[in-house]
């Protein structure tokens, strides 16, 4: 479980607003070209230790939730780091089966 308390999905309520890692140039360009501020990331507080240590293991991330409690947790990579989250013990947790970048969250 995470530690949001009454914090709906969508809303930031229990996030904070960091860089977005060097490592991950090429996705803060997209979000750039798509109008979205792409120097900056959001990130749900009480996921925010596991992101950074996927982000020091070089994990190019591309969304994330805590689940508020509500919903189960998830981070998005890259298809190409699929077999090396497997390989740091993550679960697939897409429903659609053939999507291989979604990942259960070890710590929400």
């Known amino acids: 479980m995470c530690s949001c308390v009454d914090i709906a999905p969508g809303t ?14 090429q996705y803060r360009r997209n979000r750039n070209v798509a109008g979205l501020n792409g120097d900056w990331i959001q990130i749900d507080r009480c ?9 020091l ?4 991330t591309r969304g ?3 689940g ?3 919903y189960e947790s998830f981070v998005n ?24 970048d979604t990942f259960k969250l070890k710590t929400a």
């Open 68 to 70: 508020h409690n509500k």
């Open 57 to 60: 293991k070089g994990i190019h």
């Open 77 to 100: 990579v890259i298809p190409e780091q699929s077999s090396l989250m497997l390989r740091f013990g993550y679960i697939m947790n897409h429903p659609d089966k053939s999507r291989i």
């Open 64 to 66: 994330c939730c805590c």
């Open 47 to 55: 996921i925010l230790d596991e992101i950074i240590e996927l982000w």
């Open 12 to 25: 930031w309520a229990n996030s904070v607003l960091i860089p977005c890692p060097h490592h991950m140039a």
